[in-house]
């Protein structure tokens, strides 16, 4: 079984090519994810869906990985920060994140997702 970090990675990188069929071999079947501002998603489709209305692209750089034992498997801190460009065209960097993984069963069941995104959106 692949660590918990390996796990994250896989799901991490498959976010940023939009492979939603090797997500899926990650995630739990009652996977949520709880973003910044407290909207709550069920499957990756729907995050991706609203982030489409909002921006082109979004690169994450992880700067580390942090690994928590827990009583039901592990926590995955990944840290970093995104590049990427917004609909109107213009760009960002240096955006912070923090992304909390709950990994059980080798499977993502739950993650949270912090930034400074909203410091770093186009006012309009």
């Known amino acids: 079984m692949p660590s ?3 796990v994250v990675k896989k799901f991490l990188d498959a976010m940023g090519k939009r492979d939603f069929a090797t997500m899926e071999t990650v995630i739990a079947p009652n996977f949520k994810m709880t973003v910044t501002g407290g909207s ?3 499957h990756p489709r729907e995050f991706a869906a609203q982030s489409k209305g909002r921006q082109k692209s979004a690169i ?5 990985y942090d690994e928590i034992p827990t009583a039901n498997g592990m926590i995955v801190y990944s840290i970093g920060s995104m590049a990427g460009e917004w609909n109107n065209g213009t760009t960002y960097s240096g955006v912070r994140y923090i992304d909390r993984f709950e990994v059980v069963n080798g499977k993502i069941a739950d993650m949270n997702v912090y930034s400074d995104m909203a410091e770093f959106r186009p006012k309009n």
């Open 4 to 6: 918990a970090i390996e």
């Open 40 to 42: 709550v998603f069920t």
């Open 60 to 64: 994450k750089t992880t700067d580390r």
